[in-house]
């Protein structure tokens, strides 16, 4: 009897024939089978990444001409891409990789049938839409929102949007970031197939292990930010605000000291995503799988220190400037060190350039593009000329466009047959990458020169040297966008019109490659053992 037979002999039900107390959506939303609550995420976090491009085209439209082409009010392209910071940072890329592909298939790959508490990460899906639904109902209340992703103070306090609404709408988000964090880590602790020491773990799981004590450690400094953002606006206690005896410069240090180890919350887990494809479809074990265990501990420890980069021109000592400056650099080698890995781990392998293979290649260039623009940024001399200019934009998408969502997609074409049981087109997902890859070089790198060039980020208007350049940039991000309404269509039709794919049709070695397509409700009909030998130390099947 096949494994298929079995499953379907004992009853066991696919997740997305599961029948609970309720039906019909009601089945959904009230679900806690992590293989739901990831879809959930995905579901959510895709539609809010869609509404981020939609406010993304709209500011590339308007920067066509020196002068405007959609807004003669300056406040309008405030609001945009206000509104495109908040919901492509909090609502997007922090959520996306975590929420969805990590509930679904970090039980499944360390053998788990579940996660440590299947109603809290219930909750966290709940309080990811509520704290959603609370930061956009805000931004559309009393006035534009102004205040840019950040909510820096003074413009937090003076501003007549609905400041109060929209930070307590991040807090919430907050508390979302750390119910997951905290059933990742037990997860990981406590419910390890038996056999399968730390050090046989697949590479994916430690990333977000390592991502999950950044948030469980980091977030809450956010929420006593907000928090804090919130007392001082209802009740004009002087705490950011110069006019009342505040420290604006207090402000920027507690959110840099959450938002800088956010970035990695960001590309942690892509980074984890990367080393399962890579090895996959180069048919080699990873290369140096310790150290990509330790590198990924050590950017959980020194993203964490290195916050006041974002504040070279702000006044700090040259002291703290320096040590800053240092601390950046050295938060470059752990990133170093996986790129070599993945790089090693190519040569003299049989590589296949399947539809994800493509996008962790283009991870692997576009990251290391924006890694070595950081450390551009990192050099005091040249920060105090780029910052806030396209220059910082640039470097920024290429680091988390470039880097998180690039693995993020290749990993929706990796793990999609296996989360539906249906194969998508391999030339329709070929020519969306192209368009995808072209239009964000075109749009991306343009900005690296008009940076250079002075041009200052946030501006509606602008001096008309600056036109041949943005008229590229906007050319590429149609370009792009393009690309990506070829890949998602690619997929959903996949969902529902795609052909079966088997249960391993990339030849993977995890333990999700092991069961059907799609997997089962409770992942296995008996938790897996992991034989003594089942796994050599660089991470893969050793027969």
């Known amino acids: 009897m096949t494994t298929s037979e079995a499953l379907e002999h004992h009853g066991a039900l696919s997740y997305l024939e599961e029948r609970g107390r309720y039906g019909g959506i009601l089945g959904w ?6 293989k739901r609550i990831g879809i959930l995420y995905l579901v959510s976090t895709l539609f809010f990444f869609f509404v981020g491009m939609s406010l993304g085209f709209l500011m590339r439209l308007q920067m066509l001409s020196p002068h405007g082409e959609l807004f003669k009010n300056a406040d309008y392209y405030n609001a945009l891409f206000t509104l495109h910071g908040v919901v492509m940072v909090f609502l997007f890329i922090i959520p996306a990789i975590p929420g969805s592909l990590g509930n679904f298939f970090m039980p499944i790959m360390i053998g788990a049938k579940d996660v440590a508490f299947p109603r809290l990460n219930l909750l966290s899906w709940w309080l990811y839409v509520m704290g959603a639904v609370i930061a956009l109902a805000s931004l559309f209340g009393s006035g534009l929102p102004d205040t840019g992703w950040t909510f820096y103070a003074p413009y937090s ?14 807090f919430v988000l907050g508390f979302s970031s750390i119910l997951t964090g905290i059933n990742f880590i ?13 050090f046989k773990m697949p590479l994916f799981p430690w990333a977000l292990y390592a991502t999950s004590w950044v948030q469980v450690l980091a977030t809450p400094v956010l929420g006593i930010t907000m928090l804090l953002i919130f007392v001082e606006r209802i009740f004009h206690v002087g705490i950011f605000n110069p006019a009342m005896g505040g420290d604006p410069l207090l402000y920027q240090h507690l959110f840099w000291m959450y938002s800088h180890p956010a970035v990695y919350i960001m590309i942690l887990p892509a980074m984890g995503l990367i080393s399962e494809m890579i090895p996959t479809f180069a048919h080699r074990t990873i290369f140096g799988y310790g150290a990509i265990v330790w590198s990924s501990m050590g950017i959980a420890l020194l993203g964490s220190l290195v916050w006041a980069h974002h504040m070279f021109t702000s006044g700090l000592s040259d002291a703290a400037a320096t040590v800053f400056s240092l601390l950046t650099f050295l938060v470059a080698v752990p990133s170093a060190i996986k790129v070599f890995n993945w790089t090693a781990t190519l040569y003299k392998g049989s590589i296949a350039l399947e539809p994800p293979m493509l996008y962790a290649l283009s991870f692997i260039f576009l990251f290391s593009v924006g890694g070595l623009t950081g450390l551009i940024l990192g050099a005091l001399a040249l920060n105090v000329m780029l910052h806030d200019t396209y220059f910082v934009v640039a470097h920024f998408h290429y680091v988390i466009f470039g880097g998180a969502a690039f693995a993020f997609f290749g990993a929706l074409h990796y793990w999609l047959p296996k989360m539906f049981g249906r194969m998508y087109n ?7 990458w192209a368009l995808l890859f072209t239009g964000f070089n075109l749009l991306y790198f343009t900005m690296f020169v008009l940076g250079v060039m002075g041009m200052p980020r946030r501006y509606a208007f602008y001096l008309p040297r600056f036109q041949t350049s943005h008229v590229i940039a906007t050319v590429g991000s149609w370009i792009m ?8 269509t690619n997929l959903i039709v996949s969902v529902f019109k795609g052909e079966k794919a088997g249960e391993n049709p990339w ?8 069961i059907p397509s799609p997997p089962p409700t409770e992942n296995f009909l008996e938790p897996p053992t992991i034989p003594e030998k089942a796994y050599d130390f660089e991470g893969a099947f050793a027969s």
Do not use: C, N
């Open 29 to 34: 939303i009230f679900s806690t089978d992590h």
């Open 426 to 432: 391999r030339s329709a997902a070929y020519i969306g």
């Open 507 to 514: 030849g993977g070695v995890t333990l999700e490659w092991q």
């Open 186 to 198: 037990t997860t990981m602790h406590r419910m390890r197939a038996p056999g399968m020491g730390w």
């Open 481 to 488: 966008i393009a690309g990506i309404l070829v890949v998602f």
């Open 157 to 170: 306090l003076r501003t007549h949007a609905d400041v109060p609404m929209a930070v307590f709408g991040v």
